[in-house]
């Protein structure tokens, strides 16, 4: 093997990086069933180019948890499924959908239904069921208030609950995933990475992502200020048009919800200067956010990612 | 673009503007209260830093308007930015550590903010564990409160290297440079008691942006940096021990029956493959064969970095253990004395058992003493029975298996830990380890030890980072590198036997050096007395000197009275096992008393010196020297011959 250039060891990249990476490997050795929460989107996608640094030369020891809520962007699916034949790992799908025919919730009526908040029941009903007691999410501090103060390991009670009050002090590297039966943690190996960290070490690390990240041209709409996509499963409001206009995602979820910008960004290089000269943050960008000043911190106590 | 909807980085990262390749990371903590001004100083900083965005500059306008939080001229409120749960929203105040970004082209910085309230304590001492620099407030207006003391010895305490104190509001005293000076003058004072290595003072207003992220108009007398080029500028990279290899492992990767690997984080020091490591707690040594990684093979792994080791011997290391190199171990043992910082509700209990999370390992532990409880607004130490919710103190803690650690001071990796309660799962409390359990009567003894100065106890340690490595440079030599420390009373012929030993060595052509009592009490020692800390102080030096010799590769011979044993102890721990010589001079006070060849037996005699070891203050004989000489029955020449043959035996110097 070739002896590799030690040049950036010491940047803010490699510092982030190095964290993660313990924090995959104490969950791997603290935990019997983790798993990692898989949404499509570039989050999730580094972090599963970190388990593959973080166990190498063995493979990733987990499987990939996605929670499909059947309105996806098409992108998202085909890259989806190559990335799991690339990496070798299981993929598990937790549907919304079936949760709505088994009745285990109850779809939202009406132009501006979202099947986002819908996730949190098929989730943990996949966690009951394969007795996952891990589940590596994406969260970052940096996107929303709430999250500023979660921990790397946050604890959920047997209902899959966060208690905000109740969070165990996390000093140092010393990470406790002690629980009882039944309970389970959350873990988020990007805490402390921001957008840009992220943008930063996709291009340093030349990581595949899907193309729905770069600008390209696509049938849109604006609703309350957000640039949504058309797709079968939106209903356009009176007064709503569509148009073509060349946009890129920021994030990437919930077709119906996920909002696209104005961007002619079609390059690594040309998306991290947007970033740069962002006046928005990522999560501006998504419509359930806009619903109340707390809302994050309302479905995050459900159970959310 | 493929054809599969993906897409790859579309060109190579060199295109992208690459300055952020070159940014590093500074970790820092606040610790304040809303009346200090905290929030808007954190703020300001994202503000001014164009750390924020629009949106949410836009939600902290609307809350400002609608809850009138908004400052007399219109300012929105920038200490609503960093206000985070709805609880806290409510009540007005930060209650839990909150980490928040922001970055410079130079650095990324992450700040965990946390409340400054007494009863926030243990919030402080979370967000300071992981910090390389703490910023502490003091409002111009309200001079120097016992809250900004408590932040002072919190960032102390969890060994924090790099204070910044910012005296804020330095508007609302008409930007006085007199009320600064007098802060920093009082805070100066207070800060000599906590071992704080790097102190410095800014005058700013957050509220007013000066000399926060902009330099200000108001203050034209303040020649310093601005906080935020300090920020920049500060070096933390020293801050690493790169001497003390300790890696901590935390699974085994074996894809194959060919390839078994350790993973871990070095967590201090440095390996790189052919290392002779030795795994604790089996003590088994091998070589490491390969650092590697994802992307190939290290040539070297430093503190901080993820790796993969692989050994040249089949030996059984698991998931706790511990790989370190072989001349340069941690100490090992169940009993250990910590600083400790109480984190639940529930008090500590000191007949049940915790479990014990450090390194990677985990061990049941009791608490089995609570030494004293420091009051952390006076620092005054408190006898209790019991640790309380915010609660520090000073423990000893008991371990069902060994641990391998490092004083915290030292190594912070090694040396921290927490302790869990087995019933409820949570981590109940935080510990700095500050050495080898004790017995009471140590403990009271210790004030005085510190006269040696909080320096390694770590046995045998190895520098590493020195430009040319000692080893380097005895294998250019026909000898070598040894410390040889001649002991004994006033009179007893050290330094004539050692200067003898020297000549006969130097005219082989052995690199040597002698250090004398006399000469260092002129120089390097010249401000000491010969009170019992002075003594130690006087041999701490000379240790270190000895020290600096050796590493240059030389046979260094010292000859000290070095009445005391602890003293002598502690430079032997200085030094590799194998090259440290203890050479007693064994004479009776008569013998020596009747040579006094400096006139000085008289001088007590006629009352003129007082402490005179052997006379009137005592000397403790070495237990096991490698080298006792009875000089009363032998020769100068027999002496040298006697040390000479020692050394040759040993390896040191080839025989003649």
């Given at each position: 093997m070739a002896t590799v250039e030690t040049t950036y060891r010491d940047s803010h990249l490699r510092a982030l990086e190095a964290e993660a990476i313990y924090v995959m490997r104490e969950v791997a050795a603290q935990f019997e069933r983790p798993v990692l929460l898989f949404s499509g989107g570039k989050d999730s996608i580094v972090m599963t180019h970190l388990a593959r640094k973080a166990f190498h030369p063995g493979k990733i020891p987990f499987p990939l948890l996605h929670v499909d809520t059947g309105h996806n962007f098409e992108e998202t699916i085909t890259f989806r499924d190559w990335l799991v034949e690339e990496l070798g790992v299981r993929l598990e799908v937790a549907s919304v959908q079936d949760a709505i025919d088994k009745g285990r919730v109850v779809e939202e009526t009406g132009p501006e239904a979202s099947r986002n908040g819908l996730q949190i029941v098929p989730l943990l009903d996949a966690i009951q069921e394969h007795q996952f007691d891990a589940a590596f999410g994406g969260g970052r501090r940096d996107e929303e208030k709430a999250r500023a103060k979660e921990r790397f390991f946050s604890h959920r009670d047997r209902f899959g609950q966060w208690d905000p009050k109740n969070q165990r002090p996390e000093l140092w590297s010393l990470y406790n995933g002690h629980k009882n039966v039944g309970e389970h943690f959350r873990v988020f190996p990007l805490s402390n990475w921001t957008e840009m960290d992220v943008w930063q070490y996709i291009a340093l690390e030349d990581i595949a992502i899907p193309s729905l990240y770069f600008a390209h041209e696509r049938e849109v709409f604006t609703r309350r200020g957000t640039i949504l996509a058309k797709t079968d499963f939106i209903t356009l409001l009176p007064g709503e048009e569509l148009r073509t206009q060349t946009v890129r995602f920021r994030t990437i979820g919930d077709a119906t919800?996920?909002?696209?910008?104005?961007?002619?960004?079609?390059?690594?290089?040309?998306?991290?200067?947007?970033?740069a000269a962002a006046r928005e943050t990522e999560r501006g960008g998504r419509h359930d956010d806009k619903r109340s000043e707390a809302a994050m911190e309302d479905r995050k106590k459900q159970g959310y990612f | 673009m493929t054809t599969n909807g993906t897409a790859s980085a579309a060109s190579a990262p060199e295109d992208a503007g690459n300055d952020y390749l070159e940014m590093d990371l500074l970790r820092f903590t606040t610790a304040g209260s809303v009346d200090d001004g905290k929030s808007t100083l954190i703020g300001r900083l994202l503000y001014d830093t164009k750390s924020i965005f629009q949106d949410q500059m836009e939600a902290v306008e609307e809350a400002s308007r609608t809850r009138g939080m908004t400052d007399d001229d219109d300012v929105p409120n920038l200490a609503l930015l960093t206000d985070g749960l709805r609880a806290e929203r409510e009540q007005g105040i930060t209650i839990d550590v909150a980490y928040r970004y922001f970055a410079t082209p130079k650095r990324k910085f992450i700040i965990a903010d946390t409340p400054g309230h007494v009863q926030y304590t243990r919030n402080m001492v979370t967000g300071a564990s992981t910090a390389d620099l703490a910023v502490i407030l003091i409002d111009a207006s309200r001079g120097v409160q016992t809250q900004s003391k408590r932040h002072g010895f919190i960032a102390a305490l969890l060994g924090i290297p790099h204070l910044v104190?910012?005296?804020?509001?330095?508007?609302?005293?008409?930007?006085?440079?007199?009320?600064?000076?007098?802060?920093?003058?009082?805070?100066?004072?207070?800060?000599?008691?906590?071992?704080?290595?790097?102190?410095?003072?800014?005058?700013?207003?957050?509220?007013?942006?000066?000399?926060?992220?902009?330099?200000?108009?108001?203050?034209?007398?303040?020649?310093?940096?601005?906080?935020?080029?300090?920020?920049?500028?500060?070096?933390?990279?020293?801050?690493?021990?790169?001497?003390?290899?300790?890696?901590?492992?935390?699974?085994?990767?074996?894809?194959?029956?060919?390839?078994?690997?350790?993973?871990?984080?070095?967590?201090?020091?440095?390996?790189?493959?052919?290392?002779?490591?030795?795994?604790?707690?089996?003590?088994?040594?091998?070589?490491?064969?390969?650092?590697?990684?994802?992307?190939?093979?290290?040539?070297?792994?430093?503190?901080?970095?993820?790796?993969?080791?692989?050994?040249?011997?089949?030996?059984?290391?698991?998931?706790?253990?511990?790989?370190?190199?072989?001349?340069?171990?941690?100490?090992?043992?169940?009993?250990?004395?910590?600083?400790m910082c109480w984190m639940s509700e529930e008090p500590l209990a000191k007949d049940r058992h915790y479990l014990l999370r450090h390194t990677t390992r985990e061990v049941k532990a009791f608490v089995d003493d609570i030494r004293y409880r420091v009051d952390v607004d006076t620092l005054h130490r408190e006898q209790v029975e019991n640790l309380e919710l915010n609660d520090i103190g000073r423990v000893l803690v008991s371990t069902a298996s060994p641990l391998f650690f490092d004083r915290y001071s030292l190594n912070k990796e090694t040396g921290a830990f927490v302790l869990i309660d087995p019933y409820s799962n949570t981590t109940v409390a935080a510990g700095m380890i500050r050495g080898e359990g004790q017995d009471a009567d140590k403990v009271a003894a210790e004030a005085q030890r510190l006269s040696m100065g909080e320096r390694p106890q770590s046995e045998n340690v190895v520098w590493e980072g020195l430009n040319i490595p000692r080893e380097e440079r005895e294998a250019k030599q026909t000898h070598k590198a040894a410390a040889v420390w001649f002991t004994g009373l006033s009179g007893s012929g050290k330094t004539t036997v050692a200067r003898e030993v020297e000549r006969q060595l130097f005219e082989r052509g052995i690199k040597t050096m002698l250090l004398d009592g006399d000469q260092v009490r002129h120089g390097l020692c010249g401000d000491l007395g010969f009170s019992q800390s002075d003594r130690s102080e006087n041999i701490r030096r000379v240790g270190e000197v000895a020290r600096l010799f050796f590493e240059s590769g030389a046979v260094t011979f010292c000859t000290f009275v070095s009445p005391y044993r602890d003293n002598r102890d502690w430079v032997r721990h200085l030094f590799p096992e194998d090259r440290f010589f203890e050479v007693f001079v064994d004479v009776d006070l008569e013998t020596a008393r009747e040579r006094d060849p400096k006139g000085l037996y008289a001088k007590v005699d006629a009352g003129e010196i007082d402490n005179f070891t052997g006379v009137d203050a005592p000397y403790e004989a070495p237990e096991n020297p490698e080298i006792t000489l009875q000089t009363a029955g032998l020769s100068v020449e027999e002496s040298a011959a006697e040390v000479i043959r020692q050394l040759e035996e040993a390896g040191i110097v080839p025989a003649a």
């Open positions: 919800c996920t909002g696209a910008v104005d961007s002619q960004a079609s390059t690594l290089p040309e998306i991290i200067q947007e970033v | 104190i910012c005296v804020n509001k330095m508007d609302l005293v008409d930007y006085s440079e007199e009320v600064f000076e007098d802060i920093m003058d009082e805070y100066t004072d207070f800060a000599a008691k906590l071992d704080a290595k790097d102190l410095t003072f800014i005058p700013v207003s957050a509220l007013r942006g000066d000399n926060v992220v902009d330099r200000s108009p108001n203050m034209t007398w303040y020649e310093g940096s601005t906080l935020l080029h300090h920020l920049e500028t500060v070096n933390v990279a020293a801050d690493k021990n790169l001497r003390d290899f300790r890696f901590p492992v935390q699974t085994v990767i074996r894809p194959n029956q060919q390839f078994r690997g350790f993973a871990g984080t070095v967590a201090s020091g440095v390996v790189r493959p052919g290392d002779e490591v030795m795994a604790l707690p089996a003590g088994t040594k091998s070589t490491v064969k390969e650092v590697t990684t994802f992307q190939g093979d290290l040539n070297e792994a430093r503190a901080g970095e993820a790796v993969v080791v692989t050994l040249a011997d089949e030996i059984d290391v698991s998931r706790g253990d511990m790989l370190v190199r072989t001349g340069n171990t941690p100490t090992v043992g169940t009993s250990i004395e910590a600083m």
